[in-house]
């Protein structure tokens, strides 16, 4: 399994980044997808995920209105749109890719950071 995670950057607050994760994983559409992020000095945090099954997603109470968790089966890919994005949202943020034995696999961070 390999996840490769990209469209971080530098913005100003307010404003939008789009992540993308692409995932070299068969039968991707049985793995539930997710994304964390680290704050520096900080441990890491789940941000959103989306249930392979039912497609249901889950947001932490600080994104949530925000941040949308979405996937594309056909590409094997999980973005995670930010809106309105807060310079406490800093942090380096991580794809992840549970299969149906809920092992947990990680791609490599993206920075995203956010200037007031």
């Known amino acids: 399994v390999q996840l490769q995670a990209s469209g971080g950057g530098l913005v100003q607050a307010g404003t939008s980044l789009r992540l993308s994760c692409a995932a070299s994983?068969?039968?991707?559409?049985?793995?539930?997808m997710g994304w964390f992020r680290q704050a520096p000095g900080k441990g890491r945090d789940l941000v959103a995920r989306?249930?392979?099954?039912?497609?249901?997603?889950y947001y932490a109470d600080s994104v949530k209105g925000r941040f949308t968790i979405s996937r594309d089966n056909t590409k094997n890919t999980v973005y995670l749109q930010m809106d309105s994005l807060k310079p406490e949202d800093t942090a380096i943020y991580y794809c992840?890719?549970?299969?149906?034995?809920?092992?947990?696999?990680w791609g490599q961070g993206t920075q995203v950071t956010v200037s007031s």
């Open positions: 992840t890719a549970r299969n149906l034995n809920n092992v947990d696999y």
């Open positions: 994983i068969r039968a991707f559409a049985t793995y539930s």
């Open positions: 989306i249930i392979w099954s039912s497609g249901n997603t």
